[in-house]
């Protein structure tokens, strides 16, 4: 079990990614969904592929002990959905 995992579970990453649609912050995430959603992907779906993003985002500050990376986040949320990082996940 990852340290993020004791943290955070999917869930919980999901209402994080919900509540920054809801306020818009990042704009990125936003613009994901959109994306996503026009290019065919389900909304629950794309909302769990954005979920992971943020989990690898948030597993990556606690390891580091640093700041959470914006842009590292959103450089992930821009690769999706076939970011050679999703292999790795789960």
Do not use: H
Not at 48 to 76: H, Q, T
Not at 77 to 86: F, S
């Amino acid at each position: 079990m990852s340290a993020t995992e004791d943290l955070l579970d999917g869930e919980q990453l999901k209402t994080i990614v919900e509540n920054q649609l809801e306020e818009g912050n990042p704009i990125r995430v936003k613009e994901t969904l959109m994306r996503l959603v026009m290019t065919g992907t389900e909304r629950s779906e794309a909302i769990d592929l954005m979920a992971c993003a943020l989990g690898l985002e948030m597993e990556a500050m606690v390891n580091s002990g640093n700041a959470f990376d914006r842009d590292s986040y959103c450089k992930k949320l821009e690769q999706l959905p076939d970011a050679p990082w999703l292999e790795d996940v789960e």
